[in-house]
């Protein structure tokens, strides 16, 4: 029995060489460390296909392998994506070795299925199969890749190592309490019938209901039956599901209604509304109290105006799964919590977030604030402030995600000291909605000249992406705005484009008080070209954590004719036009 959080599974597995000296089939399960629990488990079994005894060893390296290397993908990933990296780079693995030891070879067949949220994903390759059991109905949900004649009936078509490029079958469903999955080898699927398959897995008041019976009772079955082959069978029982995944938060987003417009003293499921915090006309930011404890929360959710734009939601929802997947990194400790519930209230009977509530105030308010306009922040408060910014990018890139919106109003520095990212409304994190995707989003003086379709060597170049570099360089210029109170590039409205003719003024131009190692930093930070810039939070970090110590050296400054191709032309025409008035002159006034 494995039981993780609301996650609870029987697992059994039973493996036998049966009538062949050697067993090439090898099987495993793996359920999440708790910092992980949104990966859920996985399950796989492989059949080893060899000439010379290397089956057995390509079977055990590749389930081996994708159950272990499976947890260290990002977890905003798509479970598809990340079981076709896993597969893949093995595959490419297994199939060198078998060219540099042809003709000895190791293949393998694989099934895997990953149970997430509640859904599941399936991977599979060759002629092991897979079988789901729900209510009464006993389904099969691979397709055996092998030749279809009689006699060719195990010539394998597809299998892990044969070739460089591997193509993998992949379906996903709902998960439902009570599913059983069971994956068994072609020892097994090959001696029973599907009516026995079923019979076997179904229990009854005679045989006991667990996963470990049931896996043995094929096995054995399978042997009875004379069954030529290794036998093995991995049989899953969904007891118990984890939260909910992005198709949840999704479904909930498109149920749920929109709450109208709220004021101040207005209650809705309990919470008090304090105060209207924000109106972006799409998105209404409150903040509320629970009555009980007195303790604030914010709360999110759409503007009535968008209650009927499905895309807004999808946007809402996939905020809402983003954040709860972060929590379970090393990136909650710089992002505000959200919450499903409210301990003692009623369930939501509108769609909304609830976040905590922190005291204290974003970088914008400090720059806008009467005592920052007299006396600026120290370097050495500006600097650690940065900082903590960039531990929490570099954790949040690690996982794939990419926030879209650095700028002082979206860095809130809390009372605790500690500093945190807010808003994840327009992230990227690789399962966001075509809409977001899309959508050109950001703070227009804060966007990269990439985005705007800005090249270095002058001219118009195609809009780029927008990458980890992004956020990099909306930190960097928010840096050269708390040090200067002004921005590299001048302020950019709405509905404008960015202007990037010019290299940025050193920072110590406007304040003094900039050192000169710092000044290269933010120049390197906020550079035109993208080449110069920092590739990674951890490069830029390490920059300011050295410090005087190991300056940088100045980013060079842009050449004339890189920053502006016509120059060349403009020079030529102005040197024309001298020779053609120094010519007038001389045909009119100079003596014939």
Request: glycine fraction near 8%; proline fraction near 6%; hydrophobic fraction near 40%.
């Amino acid at each position: 029995m494995a039981t993780h959080n609301t996650f609870e599974l029987d697992i059994g597995f039973s493996s036998a060489a049966g009538k062949k000296p050697i067993n090439e089939d090898f099987a495993a399960a793996m359920l999440p460390e708790a910092h992980q629990s949104g990966m859920g488990a996985i399950a796989a079994i492989a059949d080893g296909v060899s000439t010379g005894g290397m089956g057995r060893e390509a079977a055990q390296t590749t389930v081996t392998s994708l159950v272990r290397d499976y947890y260290g993908t990002p977890e905003t990933w798509d479970t598809t994506v990340a079981l076709d990296r896993v597969i893949g780079a093995q595959n490419a693995w297994l199939a060198g070795i078998n060219r540099r030891r042809a003709p000895v070879l190791g293949l393998t067949t694989l099934t895997a299925v990953v149970l997430r949220g509640q859904s599941y994903t399936l991977a599979h390759v060759g002629d092991s199969r897979a079988y789901l059991l729900r209510g009464g109905q006993f389904t099969q949900i691979t397709a055996d890749h092998t030749v279809p004649h009689p006699d060719f009936a195990h010539k394998l078509l597809r299998a892990v190592g044969a070739q460089d490029h591997l193509v993998v079958d992949y379906q996903s469903g709902d998960l439902l309490v009570g599913d059983v999955f069971v994956l068994v080898s072609d020892g097994v699927h090959g001696a029973l019938a599907k009516s026995r398959l079923r019979a076997l897995t179904q229990p009854d008041a005679q045989t006991p209901d667990t996963a470990q019976h049931t896996s043995e009772q094929l096995v054995q079955a399978a042997l009875r039956a004379g069954s030529p082959d290794n036998a093995t069978a991995l049989v899953i029982r969904v007891l118990g599901l984890l939260d909910s995944n992005l198709q949840d938060e999704t479904r909930r987003a498109n149920t749920l209604p929109i709450a109208p417009k709220l004021k101040v003293g207005d209650v809705i499921d309990g919470l008090t509304v304090t105060a209207l915090v924000a109106d972006s006309g799409i998105n209404l930011l409150y903040q509320v109290r629970e009555p009980i404890s007195r303790k604030l929360y914010a709360l999110k959710t759409l503007h009535p105006a968008r209650a009927h734009d499905p895309q807004e939601r999808a946007m809402l929802a996939h905020e809402a799964w983003l954040a709860k997947r972060m929590q379970s990194s090393r990136a909650a400790d710089h992002l505000v919590t959200l919450h499903e519930h409210v301990p003692g209230l009623p369930e939501a009977s509108a769609f909304y977030l609830i976040y905590d509530w922190h005291a204290g105030e974003t970088l914008a308010q400090t720059l806008t604030s009467g005592l920052a306009r007299q006396h600026p922040p120290a370097i050495a408060q500006v600097v650690q402030q940065v900082s903590q910014a960039l531990k929490a990018l570099g954790r949040l890139h690690r996982q794939g995600v990419i926030h879209r919106d650095i700028k002082p109003a979206n860095l809130h520095q809390g009372e605790d000291g500690v500093l945190r990212l807010l808003d994840l409304g327009v992230a990227l994190s690789g399962r966001e909605p075509q809409a977001l995707r899309e959508l050109h989003a950001g703070t227009p003086s804060y966007i990269n000249p990439e985005q705007w379709g800005w090249s270095v060597h002058g001219g118009d170049a195609p809009p780029q992406a927008p990458n980890a570099q992004s956020d990099l360089f909306a930190l960097g210029v928010t840096l050269y705005q708390l040090l200067t109170r002004k921005l590299p590039y001048g302020e950019v409205l709405p509905h404008q484009s960015g202007r990037y003719f010019r290299d940025p003024t050193a920072p110590s131009r406007h304040n003094p008080e900039v050192p000169i190692w710092l000044d290269h930093i933010v120049l390197k930070a906020v550079s035109r070209d993208a080449r110069h810039r920092f590739e990674t939070a951890e490069e830029f970090l390490l920059a300011l954590e050295r410090g005087a110590s190991r300056p940088l050296t100045a980013p060079p400054a842009t050449p004339l004719l890189t920053r502006d191709p016509a120059m060349l032309w403009k020079l030529a025409a102005v040197v024309s036009g001298l020779f053609n008035l120094l010519l007038v002159y001389w045909l009119l006034f100079l003596p014939k």
